[in-house]
Each structure stands twice: as structure tokens, then as C-alpha cells.
């Protein structure tokens, strides 16, 4: 398996799972593509209704139903509130018969079916939407993750099933028998180090780096991609004042844009432009960002949001199939495609981390069918991947865990957050205090995450780096005003004592998070 990405992670587990000998190598961290940087919403894609995709639609509603119970920690329910304002590309009558649609699709089994809402309703629910022009709205219910602990979550899981998880393992090149993929070339981009790993069938899902990797396979691979960037924008909560989800349509083109609360921040998303830049060196331009300001305020007219008002970004590639029939941007098609090149080499592209368990099944058939093809011999059963809970998601119910942080000194907002990322691992955590009760300190007040999380991110997360800690494990990166950059020394210095890091090691990679963070 090449890519530590949602998709990738995902393949393993199921493979894992029906009890194939797996390895999944990932050239950067888990999830440090394109699965950390979506808008983070489990959602069953109420935008896919326009293009007519009502079989994305009703699978993506089912992938929704099944990530919020395997793994209610990092999945949960979210309000949304679709105002509609005269003169809008939706109309309120439009809106209204795609709400139907949109819990036909759910089956009427999403958390609450939808309600239309005239215009007293909206502002006493948002009382700081514009009010002008405002004709009504609708209440409907979708889900939101955190997406880069979604792939660690999903990666540790296919680790239990017996799956081997290398992150900073790059493949290089690929191994061929007879002109048949049989194994990869990789290299450990920690130290350089290089080695041959072999295997009956190569499973390619790189996401955005689809295409390179094909070209290893078949150097003259026509494209399979045509990717979408979109970025998105981090301000404080308070300075739009909004209380649940809002999804809104673009006063300026048109689009659906939304604002999602996280904590007492808020993000703003999404653009939707073609790719010029390569995925490894993606940025977020000044144009971008006023389009998804200027938009923002057009709705919230009190927000008054400017570039100072910034606090992070991110920007991504969606991996979208390429479009035969010239589709703009957002109307080119979120499925998936499973192609096999003239080496054997399996790549599964497109989709969507809402159908990633899905899709994954999908591609460890054909894989499945492949090892038939080649041995002769049956093989492995079906995976309940819907059925066993991602590590942390064994209940939805954490009173128990809550208080016992409580009794045991844990501030109630770290607690929050614990169990908001670790679930009924969060006891797990607490233990780690337990020797040590330094380590139920915060790591940088007021932001909630504590030293003893450090531990559990290098023990039992995969965490290399510094920049895995602070960005994808604890997100100190986009939620703190300076980026975790003052945590960065004693982040390394807890590092340090697991991975036995020298004072010289310890320096030099607080050092390297400050560059990081300060680019
Ligand atoms: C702006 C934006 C918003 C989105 N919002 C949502 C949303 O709200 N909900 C939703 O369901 N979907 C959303 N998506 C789509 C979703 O994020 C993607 O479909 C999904 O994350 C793709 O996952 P992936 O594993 O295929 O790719 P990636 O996450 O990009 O993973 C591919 C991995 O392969 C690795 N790799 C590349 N080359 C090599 C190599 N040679 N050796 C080893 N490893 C390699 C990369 O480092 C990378 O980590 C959004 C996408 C974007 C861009």
C-alpha cells in the first residue's frame, strides 16, 4: 500500500483485516496530504444534489451513519443553518424541495430530518446574519471530524489487525518480475536508509501524487487527475458570532461557502480552482482568502473580517477524476475510479473521507481477486470494517471518562478536549500522568492539550517530528495565535525522552518546527 492518506489507511485496515500480510509506507506523516486539510465534514454532500449524483449522495448519507457510531469521538453530529437571502442562486423554494431530497437519501435515518425556517426563525436562531434581503432558511444536519486524526485512527486500527504502518518511508521505485509489479523501492526519509519491500499485489492511493506514482509503473501513463485546490481561512469565533453551522451561497460567484465553529475559532471554506501548483508545495494566496473574507462578510456584516484577522490556513488538492465532458470546477464528479496499469499496480483515485471505508472495500475485492488470479487459491473473508470501532470510538457515552479525569486533577477543558480526540483512550492518557503528574499540565495555556499527549503521540501515534505532534495530533498549529511555536522546545524535550534524542537532536528539531511554523 502506497499513501498514508484516509484512502490509504483505510485499505490497509480492511485488508488487515480480512487477514492479509500488510504494509502501507507513506513518504511524509500520516494524513499530511490531502486528509488534513478538507473542510472536515462527514457529510452526505447536499452540494452533489445540483449535479444530479443522488448514488454519491445516499452513499456518502450511509458512510455518515456508520462513521458516527465506529467513531463518535471524531465524528459528531452538526447543526447547519442555510439562510437565504433575495436574489441568491438557491432560491428558498429550491432549497426547500433539496432538503427533502437530501433526508430521502439519509433514508429519514440522518441525526434529524431538516426543517424550513422563515426569516423571524433564521435571526432568532443567527442574530448576527444580515437581516436584509434575508427570505428564510433551512435547519438541516450533517457531521463534522477531525480529519487527520481520522486517518490515524483508521491507520493504529489496521496496525491491530497485524497491518505494518512506516511513516517517512518514500517509494522511490517500483519492483518488477516478468514486467509485473511485485514490490517497491523505498526509502526511511528520517535517515536515508533504503530497502525492497515485496508483495503480490501494489495497491497506489496517493491521492494528488496519483499520477506520479503511475508513471513509475508506466512512464508514459496518460493522466488520470485533474485536480481542485481549495483553501480555507481560521478567525476567531467570536468576531462572526455565529452558533451552529452556516452554509451560505457566495454573494460574489454564486458557490456554496460555509463557516464551521471549531472551539472558540471558526473556519471558512471552501475555493474550488484548478491546481496550478504541485501538491508538495501548495499555498494560500491573498486573493483567496479576501474571496472567502469578502464572502463571509457579505452574510455576517458585523464580522468586518479582514487579512489581520487571520489566524491560519490550509490549502489542499482534491484528487478529482478527469473530466471527459469539460465540467467546471465544482461540478466535476467527487466518485472514485480503480484502475489497473499494464504492471498489475492497482490505483484508486477521487472519492471523498466520507466514502474512504467504502471505497476501501471496493479496492481490497479487486485486490482480493487479483491474489486469487495469481495463486489459485480462496482467500480472506469479508472485513466488518462497519461494525468495529476505530481506537478510542468503543463508546459514545465517556461520563465515566469525564469524571475520572476530573477526580485525578485534569483541567475540565483539557478533559474536554482529551476526550474530544482520544475517546475512551483518554484513559489511556491519564495513566501516563499517573507516574508523572507533571505531564497532566497544558502544554502552552491556555490552549487545553497536555504534556502526557506527547508521549501518547510518539508511543502509540507514530509521531516523528515535532511538526506531527503540534499539527496534525494536537492541532496547536492552527488553533494557538503563534502557532505552538513557543511549545516547540518542550514538545522536543518530551520527544526527546522517548526517542532518546541528544540536547543537540532536541534543538534542532524545536528549531526546525519554528522554521516550519514561521514559513
Ligand atoms: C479543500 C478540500 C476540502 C475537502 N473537504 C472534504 C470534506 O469536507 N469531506 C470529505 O468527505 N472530503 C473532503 N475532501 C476530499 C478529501 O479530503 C479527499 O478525497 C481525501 O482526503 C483524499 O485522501 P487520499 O488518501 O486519497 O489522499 P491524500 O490524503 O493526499 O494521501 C495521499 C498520500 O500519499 C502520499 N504519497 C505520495 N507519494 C508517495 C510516495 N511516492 N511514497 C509514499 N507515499 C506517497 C502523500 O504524502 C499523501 O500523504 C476535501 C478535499 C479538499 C482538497
Known amino acids: 500500500m502506497i499513501g498514508g492518506g484516509i484512502t490509504g489507511a483505510g485499505v490497509a485496515r480492511d485488508a488487515a483485516m480480512r487477514g492479509l500480510r500488510t504494509v502501507l509506507v507513506e513518504q511524509n506523516d500520516l494524513g499530511s496530504g490531502t486528509s488534513s486539510r478538507s473542510s472536515r465534514l462527514v457529510h452526505g454532500g447536499l452540494r452533489y444534489l445540483e449535479t444530479g449524483n443522488l448514488r454519491l449522495v445516499l452513499e456518502a448519507n450511509q458512510e455518515r451513519r456508520v462513521l458516527l457510531r465506529i467513531a463518535p469521538h471524531l465524528v459528531w453530529p452538526l447543526p447547519f443553518l442555510f439562510p437565504v437571502h433575495r436574489g441568491d442562486r438557491v432560491s428558498l423554494w429550491r432549497l426547500g424541495v433539496g432538503m427533502w431530497l437530501y433526508d430521502l437519501l439519509a433514508l429519514f435515518r440522518n441525526v434529524r430530518t431538516h426543517r424550513m425556517l422563515g426569516k423571524r426563525a433564521v435571526l432568532e436562531a443567527e ?43 518514500g517509494v522511490l521505485g517500483l519492483e518488477r518480475t516478468a514486467g509485473r509489479v511485485v514490490g517497491a523501492q523505498v ?10 519491500i515485496r508483495a503480490n499485489v501494489v495497491v497506489n492511493a496517493t491521492g494528488p501524487w496519483s499520477d506520479r506514482v503511475r508513471t513509475l509503473e508506466d512512464a508514459g501513463a496518460a493522466p488520470l487527475l485533474q485536480p481542485t485546490k481549495g483553501i480555507h481561512v481560521v478567525v476567531e469565533r467570536s468576531r462572526i458570532d ?3 453551522g452556516i452554509v451560505f451561497t457566495s454573494p460574489i460567484d454564486g458557490r456554496v461557502l460555509f463557516i464551521l465553529p471549531w472551539g472558540n475559532l471558526s473556519y471558512i471554506g471552501t475555493t474550488d480552482t484548478e491546481a496550478t501548483e504541485p501538491p508538495d508545495r501548495l499555498g494560500t494566496s491573498a486573493d483567496e482568502i479576501v474571496y472567502l473574507l469578502r464572502s463571509a462578510n457579505a452574510r455576517f456584516p458585523n464580522a468586518r473580517l479582514g487579512l489581520e484577522d487571520v489566524r491560519a490556513t490550509w490549502a489542499g488538492l482534491r484528487p478529482l477524476l478527469a473530466d471527459r ?8 464528479s467527487r466518485d472514485h475510479a480503480i484502475v489497473q496499469g499494464s504492471g498489475g499496480m492497482i490505483t484508486v483515485v477521487g472519492g471523498k473521507l466520507t466514502t474512504y471505508r467504502a471505497m476501501a472495500r471496493e479496492v481490497v475485492d479487486r485486490a482480493m481477486r487479483e491474489l486469487r488470479f495469481r495463486s489459485g ?23 465515566t471518562f469525564r469524571d475520572r479525569g476530573l477526580e485525578i486533577g485534569v483541567l475540565p477543558e483539557s478533559v474536554e478536549h482529551l476526550l474530544r480526540h482520544y475517546g475512551t483512550e483518554a484513559a489511556g492518557i491519564y495513566n501516563l500522568g499517573g507516574g508523572d503528574r507533571r505531564l497532566l499540565r497544558r502544554i502552552l495555556p491556555p490552549h487545553p492539550a497536555i504534556e502526557a499527549e506527547v508521549l501518547h503521540a510518539v508511543r502509540r501515534e507514530l509521531a516523528q517530528t515535532v511538526e506531527d505532534v503540534l499539527v ?8 494557538h495565535p503563534e502557532r505552538g511555536i513557543p511549545a516547540a522546545r518542550r514538545v522536543a524535550e518530551l520527544m526527546g525522552r522517548e526517542k532518546a534524542w541528544d540536547e543537540a537532536r532536541i ?6 518546527y519554528e522554521e516550519f511554523a514561521r514559513r
Do not use: K, W
Not at 465532458?325 to 466535476?332: A, D, F, I, P, Q
Not at 487459491?377 to 461520563?399: H, I, K, N, Q, V
Not at 496534525?472 to 488553533?479: A, D, F, G, Q, V
Open 127 to 169: 442574530p448576527m446574519l444580515r437581516e436584509r434581503g434575508l427570505v428564510g432558511g433551512a435547519r438541516f444536519y450533517d457531521a463534522q471530524c477531525d480529519d487527520a486524526r481520522l486517518v490515524l485512527a483508521t491507520a493504529r486500527s489496521a496496525i491491530h489487525h497485524g497491518a505494518l504502518v512506516a511513516n517517512y518511508t
Open 187 to 196: 526509502e526511511d526519509r528520517l535517515t536515508g536508509e533504503r530497502a525492497v
Open 242 to 244: 455565529h452558533r451552529e
Open 325 to 332: 465532458n469539460g465540467r467546471t470546477t465544482s461540478s466535476r
Open 377 to 399: 487459491r480462496p482467500r480472506g473473508s469479508e472485513a466488518r470494517t462497519d461494525e468495529e470501532a476505530l481506537p478510542g470510538g468503543e463508546a459514545a457515552d465517556l461520563t
Open 472 to 479: 496534525r495530533r494536537l492541532h496547536l498549529y492552527y488553533e
Open 507 to 512: 534543538e534542532q528539531e524545536a528549531r526546525r
